[in-house]
């Protein structure tokens, strides 16, 4: 089953006999995995799993539901802010789908923007935060999707939910998108809904409302994913119009291949096509020797990605006689978010969510 036939089934898109059938099946295997995480939570909320500490301040950036929500630039967002405060920060991450080198796409994709800062993978991520702590000179750690990894304790954990599939489907995995039940929204300190614009006020405002009927002190703010450059094969920026009267050929292997293909068109890009591979794909020479073909069969001027495909298929990109550029995309809060952080945040312990309290109001 490929990703979109799976999107089409647990949607309910899908209404014949088969579509029928399969939520069913799906069902059934929803129902021991959310008793597992639900026991699990219970667990931690009443002390009988332990959680450790580490010397410095964490922050978690997490969400509910599979796939991409924007964790990864509202992690560099935060590293960026830091790193303008004069503070060093650390991120810690799991290193899902991570190659040969132990790295990730999403881990390659923080080292191409922020070369000095310092990671740390492990599925353990107590231990991959004493190991960071140990090796680098650190005043706090990221927690690059942590929400659901509990072991490790965090002074303050910010939840992401995707405007264009909040709640996924408010099913739980395999029957929907949700890791967790929504009631996990309790553990929040701040919840941010991602990609604020492709949605109205009205579908916000209801988003808003929902969160706070689940957790009603959770602080709430909205942003949007930007593009703020791109990326050639020699390392060098342009700016995002550069292509833009460009016949172009598109690819990505995202967990929303849509949201790429609306940012394109946002930006007025000219591509033939966007062809989808899945999520976390690791390219290959004969992908790169494909991609290429069919760049010249069209007869497009450039190929362009996203910075996490970008990252994982340079190493082939120097075959390429029609050059390869990677949208870089950024994060634009609702508000002044780095004022914020600057006058009311920055310098106090973050043991204590309760500060956060009327400070981060980014309405």
């Known amino acids: 089953m490929n990703a979109q036939t ?160 909040e709640f996924g489907y408010n099913r739980v995995f395999p029957r929907g998108l949700l890791r967790e039940n929504i009631a996990s929204l309790k553990r929040a300190d701040i919840v941010l809904l991602s990609r604020a614009d492709a949605v109205d006020a009205a579908k916000r405002a209801d988003v808003r409302k929902q969160v706070y009927q689940i957790a009603p002190d959770v602080l709430w703010g909205e942003f949007s994913h930007v593009p703020v450059s791109l990326l050639d094969e020699s390392g060098q920026t342009w700016p995002v119009d550069f292509l833009k009267n460009h016949k172009l050929l598109a690819f990505c292997g995202l967990g929303n291949p849509q949201t790429f293909r609306s940012t394109l068109l946002s930006c007025g890009y000219h591509f033939q096509e966007l062809i989808v591979y899945p999520d976390h794909h690791i390219y290959t020479k004969r992908d790169a020797e494909a991609l290429q073909k069919k760049a010249e069969q069209t007869r497009s001027h450039a190929l362009i990605c996203s910075l996490k495909d970008y990252v994982k298929i340079l190493s082939h990109s120097p075959d390429f006689a029609v050059p390869v550029y990677a949208l870089v995309i950024g994060v634009q809060m609702a508000s002044d978010f780095s004022e914020i952080l600057k006058n009311h945040l920055f310098g106090m312990t973050f043991a204590y969510p309760i500060i956060f309290e009327n400070i981060l109001k980014l309405n």
Request: hydrophobic share 40%; glycine share 8%; net charge positive.
């Open 6 to 165: 799976y999107q089409e089934l647990i949607s309910g898109k899908r209404r014949d006999f088969w579509g029928t059938l399969g939520r069913f099946c799906l069902t059934g295997l929803e129902i021991p995995y959310s008793l597992a995480m639900t026991a699990r939570n219970f667990f931690y909320d009443h002390g009988l799993r332990s959680v450790k500490k580490v010397s410095v301040p964490v922050i978690s950036v997490g969400n509910l539901t599979l796939g991409g929500t924007g964790k990864t630039p509202l992690t560099i967002w935060l590293a960026q802010w830091f790193l303008q405060q004069g503070k060093r920060p650390g991120i810690v991450s799991r290193g899902y789908h991570a190659d040969e080198t132990g790295w990730n796409d999403e881990a390659k994709e923080i080292r191409m923007l922020l070369p000095d800062v310092p990671q740390a993978f492990s599925k353990n991520r107590f231990k991959a935060a004493t190991s960071l702590l140990s090796q680098h000179p650190v005043d706090l750690i990221l927690l690059d999707d942590g929400f659901q990894h509990r072991k490790l304790f965090r002074d303050i954990d910010i939840v992401l939910l995707d405007a264009t599939n």
